[in-house]
């Protein structure tokens, strides 16, 4: 059986300026983002790419065509196993029976990761979902941080 995802084939732009390519997707269940189309031998494949997630929301008022089918979209995404729903509220107006609603969800792709192999970039820990990012940031260490940075 095909993966779900096929039928997002036909996208291409990634919006960014790089783009989608579909090829692996029915393998590695994502699409393959960037400038140029992935060149490489399985094993570089397997050791080069990495798992990136966009974070993104919207407002969409269903009453109005272009919102409702933007929203439309990004269910098909979620509901398809492309993108993953972190937040939904709706609401409607008194006497309408067209919904205004709010989500974020995160859109997920296959990158080549060799930059950040090339800096020998370390990726950060992670704990309990959330990367551990000091709150003393862009201070030197032993003095307090600024005010206003």
């Excluded at 919207?58 to 272009?66: L, P």
Aim: with cysteine; proline share 6%; glycine share 10%.
């Amino acid at each position: 059986m095909q993966n779900s995802l096929m039928k997002f084939a036909n996208r291409t732009d990634a919006g960014d300026g790089r783009q989608l390519y579909w090829g692996r997707a029915a393998t590695d269940g994502l699409p393959f983002r960037g400038r140029h189309a992935p060149t490489l031998t399985e094993d570089e494949f397997e050791e080069r790419t990495v798992r990136v997630a966009d974070p993104k929301h919207g407002t969409f008022d269903t009453s109005i065509e272009a919102e409702n089918k933007a929203f439309l979209n990004v269910v098909d995404g979620v509901a398809n196993g492309w993108y993953q729903l972190l937040f939904i509220e709706r609401w409607r107006e008194e006497g309408s029976k067209h919904h205004i609603v709010y989500c974020e969800w995160l859109e997920y792709f296959l990158e080549d990761g060799s930059k950040a192999l090339e800096m020998n970039h370390q990726p950060r820990a992670v704990a309990q979902g959330q990367p551990s990012i000091s709150p003393h940031l862009g201070t030197t260490p032993g003095q307090p941080p600024q005010q206003g940075v």
